[in-house]
């Protein structure tokens, strides 16, 4: 079979490849794997410094002494503003891709994190504004719907039986963006840098990205937004059952990225520097384990690794609730870092049981083969954007939260209750709607019109 030409179209002004079939596997290994590849590198660049502008300023609130006569509910509404326009925004960037190309929309999306890091940059000194610390903890919100857009844009580049490695690397070199921008931060405070300092370094990185994308990335004719798909997915109850879950898992995660460092730095006392010193380590703990979390969920189920890790999440929580209560630092630390080690585990279980779920409903509606494998790659691929905006509220929540804490009680503890209670609820509903066998299954081999194929959710 000869390999459809891949040479780039010109017609709409760009390095558009009008021919492309991932799934042809003479195709794949003499010329889409290379150009697959290559786009993946640069996606995976690409989103990590949006996480990094993104989670921005749960460093820059660090170096926000009492000079700037900000208390600690301040900054807790500072990130968490930078939580809420990332998460929204990652719905109109999973459509972009689409309406723009993915290689145009990464150039657009990745020089726009120059205007949060450029303004900030300006700004970052005693005597500003709240309000203008807070318009520039907003613009920085725009890092959040890189993930979006580039996830949407390397699930159009990779065969099925590809989609998730390359999906798993390109999730987990982007949260690592969260850990190295906190490293960052450590190695500036630690040199007696200033803030701006910090920004310098991040505006040339910025350039290179989106300079690196013109330059090797391509467009993909062929990909078009489903909004059939996209309205199906909005009205099928799953959807927003993951959406609650990974809020959980996913939220988590983000939200405690932002709020680690000031929490130690609030009700522990810690500097600067001996906070930015242990931050970095839960976010990146949990950005490299997310991929054996998506392992353990093909081996053993997502369903059953979800709930199990939630089991987790919530003992921990509690260890940390204790630490709190004793003002244990070493405990606190400790169990604070276990956490984040488990909703890096959770976002890959999680994320693994969306195909799972929709081949499922395919099944039950009787659909077979290739039928059966684009329906669930459809409706799976149409919920993933809005279930990975609605799972990154729960970082808006977390910190809002920890808000209210500080206000009321003078600690984190009251809101690290309150996350214990959500993780419960978690659990039970991971258990009752995806573990709790309630329906008779039938095989499909002796499935009629009025008899379709019951599958059981307890295999996704």
């Known amino acids: 079979m000869t390999a459809p030409s891949t040479a780039p179209a010109q017609s709409r002004g760009g390095r558009w490849i009008e021919h492309w079939d991932p799934e042809d596997e003479t195709f794949w290994n003499q010329t889409g794997e290379k150009i697959a590849r290559r786009n993946l590198l640069f996606s995976v660049l690409s989103e990590h410094i949006g996480f990094s502008i993104w989670t921005l300023w749960s460093v820059m609130v660090l170096f926000m002494g009492p000079e700037y006569g900000l208390t600690p509910a301040d900054k807790f509404f500072l990130v968490a503003m930078a939580t809420l326009v990332g998460s929204i925004v990652r719905v109109p960037y999973t459509f972009a891709v689409a309406r723009f190309g993915g290689r145009n929309w990464t150039i657009i999306a990745a020089s726009a994190l120059l205007i949060p ?38 699930n159009s580049f990779f ?36 803030p701006r300092l910090l920004l310098g370094i991040y505006i ?57 460092g000031l929490v130690l730095q609030t009700q522990f006392g810690r500097t600067p520097l001996q906070a930015a010193s242990i931050t970095f380590i ?31 999440m919530a003992a921990a929580t509690g260890v940390i609730v204790l630490a709190s209560m004793q003002k244990s630092l070493p405990l606190f630390t400790t169990a604070f870092i276990a956490l984040f080690v488990l909703t890096g ?13 929709f081949q499922a409903k395919a099944a039950a509606k009787g659909l077979t083969g290739e039928e059966a494998a684009s329906y669930g790659r459809r409706l799976s691929g149409a919920s993933m954007g809005l279930i990975g ?16 804490s500080f206000l009321s009680v003078g600690s984190g503890t009251g809101a690290f209750v309150a996350f ?41």
């Open 117 to 154: 890091t450029i303004a900030a940059y300006f700004v970052m000194e005693p005597g500003t504004s709240y309000s203008t610390f807070m318009i520039c903890a907003v613009l920085a919100g725009v890092g959040g719907g890189n993930f979006a857009s580039s996830m949407t844009n390397i």
């Open 159 to 194: 065969p099925l039986r590809k989609k998730g490695w390359a999906l798993g690397l390109n999730a987990g070199g982007g949260n690592i963006g969260v850990p190295v921008v906190q490293l960052i931060g450590l190695a500036v405070i630690g040199a007696n840098g200033g």
């Open 204 to 260: 040339p990185f910025i350039l290179v990205s989106a300079v690196c994308a013109a330059l090797f990335m391509d467009n993909i004719s062929s990909v078009k937004n489903d909004t059939g798909a996209a309205m199906e997915a909005v009205k099928d109850a799953h959807t927003w059952i993951m959406s609650f879950l990974y809020i959980g898992t996913f939220g988590s995660f983000i939200g405690y990225s932002f709020a680690f």
């Open 282 to 312: 839960g976010p990146l703990l949990g950005s490299l384990i997310r991929p054996v979390g998506g392992w353990l969920a093909d081996r053993f189920g997502g369903a059953k690794i979800t709930l199990w890790n939630f089991v987790g």
């Open 345 to 357: 585990l959770g976002n890959g279980s999680t994320y693994k049981m969306i195909p799972g779920i």
């Open 389 to 404: 905006a609605v799972g990154a509220l729960g970082g808006l929540g977390i910190n809002l939260a920890f808000r209210q």
């Open 420 to 460: 214990l209670a959500f993780y419960g609820v978690c659990f039970v509903v991971t258990w009752a709607v995806y573990l709790r066998r309630t329906t008779a299954q039938v095989p499909a081999a002796t499935a009629t019109s009025e008899a379709k194929p019951q599958l059981s959710y307890a295999e996704v």
